[in-house]
């Protein structure tokens, strides 16, 4: 519980659950592991362990009327705003599918662009050309010889390949 009001809710978890273990009929163990569950958003399981408890100790008002209530008031939030982003999805889809054309990626028009671009990436590569921008401001471009590469002058600015 000490976890749980200073907001460390993984560790409030993990130390609820050990209790639980330690002692699984300790309706005070489930209850705060329930409440240390929601603090994760676990709604179902926090709604689970919340049970375990009142079947341990039926006649805990706390626990019927804070807690489980509670918990079940969050189930119903949580089931109409998925509800509602359903449905909103389903409006975005229908917007989405009418604008976006299908493209069909294995035609033959897209395989020979895609093997062009490979063939001049290729030939690209195998010149080794650079341009080269001079401190002077003078922009060349180079194509490199085998082992000696070719440079305007000594004022190297920036070189790019």
Not at 107 to 126: G, T
Request: aromatic content about 6%; proline content about 4%.
């Amino acid at each position: 519980q000490v976890l749980m009001s200073l907001h460390e809710m993984f560790p409030a978890v993990h130390a609820a659950e050990m209790a639980v273990q330690r002692n699984p009929r300790s309706w005070d163990a489930w209850q705060t592991l329930g409440r240390a569950q929601l603090g994760l958003g676990e709604i179902a399981l926090a709604i689970r362990s919340f049970q375990v408890s009142l079947h341990i100790f039926p006649m805990n008002p706390e626990v019927w009327k804070e807690d489980l209530s509670w918990a079940r008031k969050l189930q119903a939030q949580q089931k109409a705003t998925k509800t509602e982003s359903v449905q909103a999805l389903f409006k975005g889809e229908e917007l989405v599918q009418e604008s976006i054309p299908d493209y069909d990626f294995e035609s033959d028009e897209i395989v020979a662009v895609c093997a062009a671009i490979a063939e001049k990436e290729k030939a690209l590569a195998a010149a080794k050309t650079m341009v080269i921008v001079s401190a002077s401001g003078t922009v060349e471009t180079v194509t490199e010889q085998d082992n000696c590469p070719a440079t305007p002058d000594e004022t190297l600015f920036i070189r790019a390949r």
